[in-house]
């Protein structure tokens, strides 16, 4: 049995009061799959996924690929396990220098092997053609994050997560909040196809959404968090 592209063991996290957000929480993450994380509002779901990025302080093991991020080297995991926030409006600068910036990183580098430039503009370029199919014209990426729509800022940072071409897994939360029903289909679409692709690099996502609708027609796993612990399902429960 092939071993989980993600595995997850007793991650706990805490308030600064030392009271369990939540505690032992276990979830493997296979190949192919599109984990959709469920639970109301305030349970964790969010810290969760920054625990999984390494953003916030946890204890418990993460091992991608049998390997903990201490042991891949935090950046470098970071590239691989990539965590996308729901608000890109908080980011400095323009989509454009969030890109370069990425891709000046030594980790991304490693990745590509290249230290050129040239993946860079072939990041860039992947990103706006991406954006363009979305409804993103080309000129916005070099606007402030603060002035963008809700919805273009979300479209942008999803299409800048893919075009980097370097993350196996994706930590989505809700990515597609801001977004009307023609343009969520569209994000959804792209991700769900690029998962299913055997030649794409993107192997799972772990998703958070309040919309039943949306985890149904995304969804290949459920899990949800209440009151401190996380189980898996096998559909929608409320999650307002």
Request: hydrophobic fraction near 35%; aromatic fraction near 6%; charged fraction near 20%.
């Amino acid at each position: 049995m092939k071993a989980p592209i993600l595995d997850l063991r007793d991650i706990t996290c805490y308030f600064e009061k030392g009271t369990n957000l939540f505690s032992n929480l276990n979830i493997n993450v296979d190949e192919g799959d599109i984990l959709v994380l469920q639970g109301r509002s305030g349970s964790g779901k969010s810290t969760f996924l920054k625990c999984i990025a390494h953003l916030v302080m946890h204890s418990g093991q993460k091992l991608y690929r049998g390997k903990t991020p201490q042991e891949h080297g935090i950046p470098a995991y970071r590239t691989r396990v990539m965590y996308v926030p729901q608000r890109p409006s908080l980011l400095p600068g323009s989509p454009h220098d969030f890109l370069e910036s990425i891709t000046n990183l030594k980790a991304h580098q490693a990745i590509l092997k290249d230290d050129s430039g040239n993946a860079a503009k072939e990041v860039l370029k992947r990103a706006v053609d991406l954006g363009e199919r979305w409804g993103i014209d080309a000129d916005l990426w070099n606007r402030g994050w603060a002035t963008l729509s809700g919805g273009e800022g979300q479209r942008m940072l999803i299409a800048s997560a893919l075009s980097l071409n370097t993350a196996e897994v994706l930590l989505l939360d809700e990515p597609t909040s801001a977004l009307d029903s023609v343009s969520s289909d569209m994000v959804e679409r792209y991700i769900c196809d690029a998962v299913r692709d055997p030649n794409s690099l993107l192997k799972a996502v772990i998703w958070i959404t309040h919309s039943e609708e949306q985890g149904q027609r995304v969804g290949t796993r459920f899990m949800q968090m209440s009151a401190g612990s996380c189980y898996e399902s096998h559909g929608q429960h409320p999650s307002a």
